[in-house]
Nanobody, 117 residues
């Protein structure tokens, strides 16, 4: 089974920046997509940002222009650079992968991101 090792998370002041990374290993096939979803208070898990093997990115409207996503290390690692963080960005961020081009079905444990005023 694919294993996801997540790095980052923490507490930052509003307007600050934070970077998350996730390294995948043990995948049975080429990973089509990697990215991040999040669970914020009062909401179900939602897409934050994803990037395909070919470099196509998708962002939630709420983070577009503030967050950036990229893949490194032979496309096995996804980076989420979060800038100009807002209070509503607080939540648990889950690394996710799409191996068989059938949706994001594998999830990391989810580091906590807390933004304070």
């Amino acid at each position: 089974q694919v294993r996801l090792m997540e790095f980052g998370g923490g507490s930052v002041q509003a307007g600050g920046s934070l970077r998350l990374s996730c390294q995948a290993s043990g995948s049975a096939g080429t990973i089509n997509g990697m990215g991040w979803y999040r669970r914020t208070p009062g909401k179900q898990r939602e897409l934050v940002a994803t990037i395909t093997f070919g470099g196509i990115t998708t962002f939630a409207e709420s983070v577009e222009g503030r967050f950036a996503v990229s893949r490194i290390n032979a496309n096995n690692t996804v980076i989420l650079q979060m800038n100009n963080l807002k209070l509503e960005d607080t939540g648990v961020y889950y690394c996710a992968v799409d191996i068989w081009v059938d949706g994001y079905e594998d999830w990391g444990q989810g580091p906590q991101v807390t933004v304070f005023s």
